[in-house]
C-alpha cells in the first residue's frame, strides 16, 4: 500500500479488536506510528485536548461507536466542533459491528467521516486509503 501516514489511532474499548487491528496496520506498514485508547475521552483529551490542534492531529482516527463513557456519537460531536482546519487534518472513520440504519443515518450527518464495520481488512484499509489520501 503506497499511503504512508504519520500516525493513525485506534478507539476501541475491546481489547482484542485493538490489538488485531494494531497488527494488521503494522503488518499493512502504512503509517510511522499506530496509538490505541479504549476510552474515546482519553482519546479526545490526548489528541485534542490542550493544543486546539496545534499539535500533530493524527492523519486517521477510527472510533469504535458504542463503548462505555463517551460513545463513538458523542466522540463525533467533540470533533465536529473543532475549528474546521482542525478536523482537515484528521480523516475520521468509523469501525464498528453495527448495521443499524439508525446509526448509520446518525454517522451520515458528517459529512467527511467514513463509515466501515467491523473486521478491519486489508482491503477496506486500501479503499478508505485511496479514498482520502
Known sequence: MSANLNHIVLVDDNETTSFLNNRLLGRLAVAEQ???FSRADEAFEKLWGDSNGDGQ??????????????S??????????????????????????????????????YPNVEYLTKPLTEEKMRKLLEKRF
Not at 493524527?58 to 461507536?65: G, K, N
Open 72 to 109: 463513538g456519537f458523542e466522540f463525533l460531536e467533540l470533533y465536529n466542533a473543532l475549528p474546521q482546519p482542525v478536523q482537515d487534518k484528521t480523516v475520521m472513520a468509523v469501525l464498528t459491528t453495527s448495521m443499524h440504519g439508525a446509526d448509520t443515518a446518525r454517522v451520515a450527518k
Open 57 to 70: 492531529a493524527p492523519d486517521l482516527v477510527f472510533v469504535d461507536l458504542k463503548m462505555p463513557g463517551i
Open 34 to 36: 499506530v496509538s490505541t
